[in-house]
């Protein structure tokens, strides 16, 4: 049994179990024979471990040199050191679909445990079925389509190697992964969507949703920031998103999944905006598919876009169908998901709603923005590109309301504003005044004083609400202030978790104000041990030399650096740039230095060098305030979210809606 023949067998294997699954889906709800349900769930289980054994037969494959493999000849070489073997699995198209294709019946398996917990008879087969209508899908564009398992008649003694720009980081690991967590995770949502517009069960949805969606969102985040983080390791250029049109596609199922976060407490607790939360789910599903779309189908061009075959029309036709089910179902049940309660703009359902139109409405414009210079190309022939400068001036605007909205809403109550209320909103406006006229007293420029205005206010108003709380609790228990906020902590996950991941936000949205605003960029060409006076520093080169490694070439140049003022403190040390040739590039690849500290990073890059004597190198030195913190508010929103989702401690008592009759 070769890699590739077991590989084989287990796609149509998985694809038949698929199938089947589906099926007997369709069968449950239309006859109501929950034996035909209980094969369903059985099936979810073969489902996945086909998909498991097809994902090991790629490994094996991979790891074991076989190129006979078609996948394996195109994408991976015997030189591979073996991270980069275990990471080719999702380096190109074929291996990326059999990874959302496992990842999905694992979700799918999952649900199916779930089923007969949270699900009722009713929506349990619709659920299940939209899931293995997904599957087959992912399965049957392998099989007919893009099948990674097509053998090499005459197999060649290497092949052409992984992508260099999955080869030069590390992250390469882990980033794809996290993303497509959290694309597959949303077809969760989704699922149960249908099964609720199909079952008419309009309310008792939403709660266990919130829960799969907090879980797919939790993914993205990760994914996005790690994305960020290896964009500004490996890239050269000293920034971490410059409004690539992948990029945009990871953005946008985040930005419509925070509008369903939103609106569906209100739902959860008021009976309220039903219709747009199916909206909301439907959209954040399908930008997933959108977004996989524009990074395999090869209709734009993109550092990110690592594949792209013959797969574009194929993931077009799914997305379409994706928007008909989701959407067509929402104009069938519309009369009867239409608001029952009156909306108080000034109220926490009010600002909520506001919130969820503000993502809705950026989610738009990024869509709009990332397609323009394809709608204008196919219109007209002109070529035309629309890049940073425009993604800027519109996401700026719609920062600032974020930020606003973001301490605003928690204050409001659900009802009318009380005293209390308005003294909150009064210390949150003059936290906003003092914040935004220090950073003027400091001499900062008018945009970074008021992000800096910006976090005070947020950061007020997640005290004021915190402070409230314990208060209350510790007067009406007679207990001390810290057994208050251990209580409140542990027995309102979500709140708290909120607080945090609230937090996370107001420091990112910081730390992107002052690393756009002050990065500064020197370059310089040195002889072999010339000193450069730049930025508070005196860097040295060291000497020039090369390097011959199992995948790659490399030129490395080696620094001294040492601070001379404060404009340089934390730069101190030796560090080796370098420049990786990797055989399937024409261009060298640069590998920066990073050096991070809490105010500055400071980022050495050799740019060329002498190929002939090695006499001389010009370097590229960029320093940016702050972009550490970056990386650490990713980390305080993805442990807020793990926080909310971490089973334990008391629900809130609720004034939630009860489920509806025959809900």
Same mark, same amino acid.
Request: hydrophobic share 55%.
């Given at each position: 049994?070769?890699?590739?023949?077991?590989?084989?067998?287990?796609?149509?294997?998985?694809?038949?179990?698929?199938?089947?699954?589906?099926?007997?889906?369709? %069968?449950?709800?239309?006859?109501?024979?929950?034996?035909?349900?209980?094969?369903?769930?059985?099936?979810?289980?073969?489902?996945?471990?086909?998909?498991?054994?097809?994902?090991?037969?790629?490994?094996?494959?991979?790891?074991?040199?076989?190129?006979?493999? =078609?996948?394996?000849?195109?994408?991976?070489?015997?030189?591979?050191?073996?991270?980069?073997?275990?990471?080719?699995?999702?380096?190109a198209l074929e291996g990326s679909i059999l990874l959302w294709a496992l990842l999905q019946t694992a979700y799918t398996w999952l649900v199916s445990l779930r089923a007969g917990q949270s699900l009722d008879v009713w929506r349990a087969p619709v659920a299940l079925g939209t899931l293995f209508a997904?599957?087959?899908?992912?399965?049957?564009?392998?099989?007919?389509?893009? &099948?990674?398992? +097509?053998?090499?008649?005459?197999?060649?003694? +290497?092949?052409?190697?992984?992508?260099?720009?999955?080869?030069?980081?590390?992250?390469?690991?882990?980033?794809?992964?996290?993303?497509?967590?959290?694309?597959?995770?949303? =077809?969760?949502?989704?699922?149960?969507?249908?099964?609720?517009?199909?079952?008419?069960?309009?309310?008792?949805?939403?709660?266990?949703?919130?829960?799969?969606?907090?879980?797919?969102?939790?993914?993205?985040?990760?994914?996005?920031?790690?994305?960020?983080?290896?964009?500004?390791?490996?890239?050269?250029?000293?920034?971490?998103?410059?409004? +690539?049109?992948?990029e945009n596609a990871s953005i946008i199922p985040w930005l419509l999944a925070t509008a369903f976060l939103h609106t569906a407490q209100v739902q959860e607790r008021k009976g309220l905006f039903k219709g747009w939360n199916f909206a909301f789910i439907t959209l954040a599903f399908a930008a997933t598919v959108f977004g996989t779309f524009l990074t395999r189908s090869g209709v734009i061009q993109s550092v990110h876009a690592f594949a792209s075959g013959p797969v574009g029309a194929w993931f077009l036709l799914f997305l379409l169908g994706v928007m008909a089910v989701g959407l067509g179902l929402l104009a069938r049940v519309s009369a009867e998901v239409r608001e029952a309660g009156e909306v108080r703009w000034i109220s926490r359902e009010g600002a909520l709603l506001a919130g969820a139109l503000f993502f809705g409405t950026f989610a738009f414009v990024v869509v709009l923005g990332t397609l323009w210079p394809l709608v204008v190309e196919i219109v007209s022939g002109a070529k035309v590109s629309v890049g940073a400068p425009f993604f800027n001036q519109i996401s700026i605007p719609l920062g600032i309301f974020m930020l606003l909205l973001m301490?605003?809403?928690?204050?409001?109550?659900?009802?009318?504003?009380?005293?209390?209320?308005?003294?909150?909103?009064?210390?949150? %406006?003059?936290?906003?005044?003092?914040?935004?006229?220090?950073?003027? $007293?400091?001499?900062?420029?008018? $945009?970074?004083?008021?992000?800096?205005?910006?976090?005070?206010?947020?950061?007020?108003?997640?005290?004021?609400?915190?402070?409230?709380?314990?208060?209350?609790?510790?007067?009406?228990? $007679?207990?001390?202030?810290?057994?208050?906020?251990?209580?409140?902590?542990?027995?309102?996950?979500?709140?708290? $978790?909120?607080?945090?991941? &609230?937090?996370?936000?107001? %420091?990112?949205?910081?730390?992107?104000?002052? =690393?756009?605003?002050?990065?500064?960029?020197?370059?310089?060409?040195?002889?072999?041990?010339?000193?450069?006076?730049?930025r508070g520093m005196e860097v040295r080169l060291l000497s020039i030399g090369v390097r011959e490694e199992s995948n790659r070439f490399a030129a490395i140049a080696p620094i001294e650096v040492r601070s001379t003022s404060r404009e340089g403190w934390g730069s101190d040390g030796r560090y080796q740039t370098r420049l990786n040739f990797y055989p399937q590039m024409s261009a060298p690849l640069a590998t920066p230095v990073v050096k991070y500290s809490l105010y500055n990073d400071y980022y050495f890059v050799l740019m060329q060098f002498d190929q002939e004597k090695g006499q001389w190198a010009t370097l590229k030195v960029i320093v940016t305030p702050m972009v550490w913190w970056l990386w650490v508010s990713g980390l305080i929103i993805v442990l807020g979210t793990l926080y909310i989702l971490w089973p334990g401690g008391a629900r809130v008592p609720s004034r939630q809606m009860a489920p509806t009759a025959g809900d």
């Open positions: 049994m070769t890699p590739g023949l077991l590989g084989g067998i287990a796609l149509i294997a998985a694809l038949i179990f698929s199938v089947l699954g589906l099926v007997l889906a369709v %069968l449950a709800y239309t006859l109501r024979d929950g034996r035909y349900l209980e094969a369903a769930r059985r099936l979810s289980t073969l489902g996945l471990m086909a998909a498991l054994v097809s994902f090991g037969a790629l490994e094996w494959a991979i790891l074991t040199d076989d190129f006979s493999v =078609s996948y394996v000849a195109n994408h991976s070489s015997a030189h591979n050191p073996l991270w980069v073997k275990l990471v080719t699995p999702w380096a997904v599957q087959v899908f992912f399965f049957a564009v392998m099989v007919f389509v893009a &099948h990674p398992f +097509d053998a090499v008649p005459n197999p060649p003694p +290497d092949g052409r190697g992984t992508n260099p720009l999955l080869q030069n980081h590390w992250m390469m690991a882990v980033h794809p992964v996290l993303m497509y967590l959290g694309f597959v995770g949303l =077809s969760v949502p989704f699922a149960y969507a249908v099964a609720a517009m199909v079952a008419k069960r309009f309310q008792s949805w939403i709660f266990e949703t919130r829960w799969w969606t907090l879980v797919a969102w939790g993914f993205l985040t990760a994914a996005i920031f790690t994305g960020k983080w290896w964009s500004y390791e490996i890239l050269g250029w000293g920034g971490y998103w410059a409004w +690539d049109p992948v301490g605003i809403g928690p204050v409001l109550p659900w009802r009318n504003t009380s005293a209390q209320v308005v003294r909150n909103l009064a210390a949150m %406006l003059i936290a906003l005044g003092v914040g935004t006229l220090l950073g003027f $007293g400091l001499g900062l420029t008018l $945009g970074v004083s008021f992000a800096i205005g910006l976090f005070a206010y947020n950061l007020t108003a997640i005290w004021l609400m915190v402070a409230q709380g314990v208060r209350e609790r510790a007067r009406s228990l $007679g207990i001390s202030a810290g057994q208050a906020l251990v209580e409140l902590a542990s027995s309102h996950k979500r709140r708290f $978790g909120s607080h945090i991941v &609230h937090f996370g936000i107001a %420091l990112a949205a910081l730390t992107i104000a002052f =690393s756009q605003t002050y990065r500064v960029t020197e370059q310089k060409t040195l002889q072999v041990g010339e000193t450069w006076q730049t």
